[in-house]
């Protein structure tokens, strides 16, 4: 089973991905881009079809913890940098781990933490290596300041600035 799961998240993260992503949900691989929760929806109803035990966990991360350009990371004026971030963990063997499929192999080249040759048996890389907190948002419903204005000028800069 270890192969089958390393096989599913690198098909998912092989999805190149794409910040406020507006395409519906599919499961056959061949979106064109996907944000962190479609991404996230993807792999749990994939990781779920091979009888994987899945759960959503989600985390707050600061955006500029990467290799954002500042004047890009400046339209969040009002919203700020902290952001809600959705990810998977699955139980292998006796243990749940945390599986993150959000960064494509080619972000590798702009310095983000893309997971490369991953065992399947630990937690992916995250998110970034900046500080985060991890929470069950079945829990906690974290409310962060968010201006759609700024978070929609963003999502178009960062988007622009990935163009690969």
């Known amino acids: 089973m270890k192969e089958k799961i390393v096989e599913i998240f690198e098909s998912v993260q092989r999805i190149p991905y794409k910040c406020r992503a507006e395409n519906p949900l599919d499961t056959n691989l061949r979106l064109p881009y996907a944000n962190c929760n479609q991404k996230k929806i993807i ?16 985390v707050i991360f600061d955006w500029a913890d990467l290799p954002i350009p500042v004047d890009i990371l400046r339209t969040l004026k009002m919203s700020g940098t902290l952001q809600k971030h959705h990810l998977l963990e699955a139980l292998v063997g006796e243990k749940y781990i945390k599986i993150d499929s959000t960064w494509n192999p080619e972000l590798e080249s702009k310095d983000f933490p893309v997971t490369h040759h991953w065992d399947g048996i630990s937690d992916t890389l995250q998110v970034t290596k900046g500080k985060i907190k991890f929470y069950d948002p079945q829990v906690h419903n974290i409310i ?3 201006f759609s204005e700024e978070r929609l000028l ?11």
């Not at 792999?43 to 989600?58: A, G, H, K, Q, W």
């Not at 963003?154 to 690969?164: G, V």
């Open 43 to 58: 792999l749990r109803e994939l990781l779920n079809s091979f009888e994987f035990e899945t759960r959503d966990i989600d």
């Open 144 to 146: 962060l300041p968010y």
């Open 154 to 164: 963003f999502a178009k800069e960062f988007n622009k600035w990935l163009e690969w």
